[in-house]
């Protein structure tokens, strides 16, 4: 079964991270960098902003150390 996954925030589709194995990205300027964790379905942004958009539309989200994802983005 093949589900479709689709940025809460921006409604692109996530990618894959060729980075983190279980992980889909989205690098919207717009909201920069989130990860989703196909695991347990929790996001991870470094963002407070959005951290707190994702938490109100009932998403599990982890907001992140800057630099615990700036060694994965060069």
Known sequence: MW???KCPIC???LNDDKQLA???ICSNESHGTLRFFTGDGCYFTTN???AEELAKKGKRVHLTDPGSFMELEK
Do not use: P, T, Y
Request: aromatic fraction near 16%; charge should be negative.
């Open 3 to 5: 589900v479709e996954f």
């Open 11 to 13: 409604g692109k589709d």
């Open 22 to 24: 279980n992980f889909l």
């Open 48 to 50: 407070e902003k959005v």
